[in-house]
């Protein structure tokens, strides 16, 4: 569904380097790697909001072009850490901003919005509120709502749990997990925890310094890490509890 070959990136230095990426229809792929290694560059490049200086990107065996991007990327659904709602608007219409502009009655908008919040245990009539009313998980599951709205086969996440409580962030890693089963979406999901990041996704692709180190299965990775780097960021991510 997802297929990034060669992609680099060059700002002040080199931010991606010959990046080459795959992401099976169906399945979950978990970015991770240490701050600054260029995933969240990536992710971007693959939604086409910014442009790589070389390489292509394919969606569902279409090339990503300047003529084709806005089309293709309504087939994406995006968040990100903070959740990104607008705070000047109610929850339901930063859910309906999309819609409203491609001309959805708003029957259709309410119909799509109660499957939605039956998905992700949002109560129907809360939606009314301001995102600052909402706690920090709440405004999450709004957003996945918002990145889920017309549909879209593939879902980019970058890093959506990163700044909530353990308590609230192992029950949203628990939701998640049953929604993208239970959607059968494409999903690509950045996360610094390597515990969240095997969880949640069939695959694990492990970067550093931008360019993918090992991609693959979390028990490969563990048992037949690919050089030293990866079996100091595995160990690193042990928990204490381990060695009681």
């Known amino acids: 569904?997802?297929?990034?070959q060669a992609i680099t990136k060059?700002?002040?230095?080199r931010v991606l380097n010959d990046v080459t990426l795959e992401v099976p229809a169906g399945k979950t792929v978990s970015l991770i790697g240490p701050s600054g290694c260029g995933k969240s560059t990536l992710l971007r490049i693959l939604m086409g909001l910014i442009q790589p200086d070389s390489g292509t990107?394919?969606?569902?065996?279409?090339?990503?072009?300047k003529n084709n991007v806005l089309a293709l990327r309504r087939n994406m659904g995006y968040v990100i850490q903070s959740g990104g709602l607008f705070p000047h608007?109610?929850?339901?219409e930063n859910l309906t901003l999309v819609t409203h502009y491609l001309g959805w009655t708003k029957k259709d908008e309410?119909?799509?919005i109660e499957e939605l919040c039956e998905l992700t245990n949002i109560p129907y009539a809360s939606l009314e509120r301001k995102p600052d009313s909402f706690s920090g998980g709440q405004a999450q599951r709004i957003s996945l709502m918002r990145a889920l709205m017309l549909d879209p086969n593939i879902i980019l996440l970058d890093e959506p749990l990163g700044s909530i409580d353990p308590l609230v962030r192992y029950e949203l890693q628990r939701d998640l997990k049953e929604i993208f089963s239970t959607l059968g979406k494409t999903v690509l999901l950045i996360t610094h925890d390597l515990g969240e990041a095997a969880y949640l996704g069939n695959d694990i692709a492990l970067m550093r310094d931008g360019e993918i180190i090992q991609q693959g299965p979390i028990v490969d990775i563990v048992n037949h890490p690919a050089d030293s780097f990866v079996e100091?960021?595995?160990n690193a991510q042990r928990s204490p509890l381990e060695e009681i």
């Open 110 to 112: 309410d119909q799509r």
């Open 232 to 234: 100091q960021f595995v």
């Open 1 to 4: 569904m997802i297929h990034a």
């Open 57 to 65: 990107i394919r969606i569902d065996g279409e090339e990503l072009t």
């Open 10 to 13: 060059t700002y002040d230095k």
């Open 89 to 92: 608007l109610s929850a339901r």
